[in-house]
């Protein structure tokens, strides 16, 4: 049987929490990591009836969307529903982990998701983050280099857009003297040594810094590792909040609104006026996402799709892209989804159920 710390390591692979908003509190929030997982049911928020519904079916896991603790707990009375699920979840011996604003803010996410189920193609990250990469600068003997490059990919190095294994490589020499107490690779211990080398160049995300560095080390045959780490600004295309893409033929704007009706089955949707043109492009943010509508216009799109917007900010459609609030659980309940797939390609001897239990807790009448 996986433990929990199996499961998470396998969602933080593809979300990892280096990309949690800084607000955010993903992670473990009920649990011991050592625990074997016998099953998990899955959920967008979790509520009292949600651990009662693990507890019926055996799963001694819950991986939900939004965190159940999310501000600081100074006491755990049952005062109030979180309080209350975690009491809850601590007497049935139930872990709970939640998979928030890092899975938001990668590609194949909860926007990419909204996208894919509308029907959009050449899908791309809305808004990337910037300074999330850095430049490894290694230099390694010229009958090493296969080994060490390739250990640097396999540790996560390499990737720009659609492409790995991307890397620099100039030819050089490196001088060194070493020490009575070192053991040189190559070169005697007091005397000046020349070697020539290979300077590695090549990128990777912040937050696989260590990894990387150690797997360098594992393959390096000299005692001493020379690397610099440069912080770069450049944009990582594979992170970041929303997703714009394109439907193959343009949609008539009702008929576009009967398909996000349809799609994720929304009872109302809340949207501006409408411009009057065809629908080609589609700009879409899980969640509350209005602080992406210049993001939106400045892609092109004719129209953003997401959640939680407020009177006021229904007038930055100005008549141009036109803005369509589905609701909140609404535009996330597809994170169910992601959440089974992974599970299901990693794991395959334990149950995974979805909850059937309502959570959103907006009605409509």
């Keep these: ?56 079916i055996g799963a001694n896991l819950i991986i939900s969307h939004h965190p159940v603790i999310f501000g600081g707990l100074k006491k755990i009375t049952g005062s109030n529903y979180t309080e209350r699920v975690i009491i809850k979840a601590l007497k049935a011996d139930i872990a709970i982990y939640s998979c928030h604003t890092n899975i938001d803010n990668v590609s194949s996410g909860v926007s990419f998701k909204m996208a894919e189920k509308l029907g959009l193609k050449n899908i791309k990250i809305l808004k990337p983050l910037n300074d999330v990469l850095s430049k490894l600068v290694t230099f390694v003997p010229l009958e090493h280099i296969g080994a060490v490059r390739t250990a640097i990919f396999e540790a996560g190095a390499g990737h720009i857009g659609n492409y790995s294994c991307c890397s620099f490589n100039a030819a050089g020499e490196g001088t060194f003297r070493a020490s009575e107490e070192a053991n040189p690779f190559v070169g005697k211990k007091g005397e000046l040594h020349t070697e020539s080398e290979i300077r590695i160049e090549t990128i990777f995300p912040k937050h696989l810094e260590n990894k990387i560095i150690s797997a360098i080390k594992k393959v390096h045959p000299y005692e001493e590792v020379a690397y610099d780490i440069y912080p770069l600004s450049n944009q990582f295309t594979k992170a970041g909040a929303g997703a714009v893409g394109y439907f193959d033929h343009p949609v008539e704007e009702k008929k576009f609104l009967d398909l996000l009706k349809t799609t994720f089955k929304a009872p109302t949707i809340r949207h501006t006026n409408l411009p009057g043109k065809n629908i080609l ?32 900010q229904f007038f930055d459609a100005n008549n141009q892209t036109f803005i369509a609030d589905i609701g909140h659980f609404e535009s996330e309940q597809f994170i169910l989804e992601i959440f089974y797939d992974l599970l299901m390609k990693n794991f395959s001897n334990f149950a995974i159920r979805f909850t059937k239990v309502k959570t959103n807790p907006i009605n409509y009448y």
């Excluded at 969602?11 to 992670?27: H, K």
């Design 1 to 56: 049987m996986p433990t929990v710390k199996d499961i998470i390591n396998c969602l933080e692979n593809f979300a990892p929490l280096f990309y949690q908003e800084s607000y955010d509190n993903s992670g473990l929030q009920v649990g011991n990591f050592q625990q074997e997982v016998t099953s998990a049911l899955l959920c967008v928020d979790v509520t009292e009836d949600v651990v009662e519904e693990a507890k019926t």
């Design 281 to 312: 492009c589609v700009a879409m943010c899980g969640g509350s996402g209005s602080f992406l509508f210049g993001d939106a216009k400045r892609a092109g799109a004719d129209v953003f799709v997401s959640a939680d917007y407020k009177y006021h």
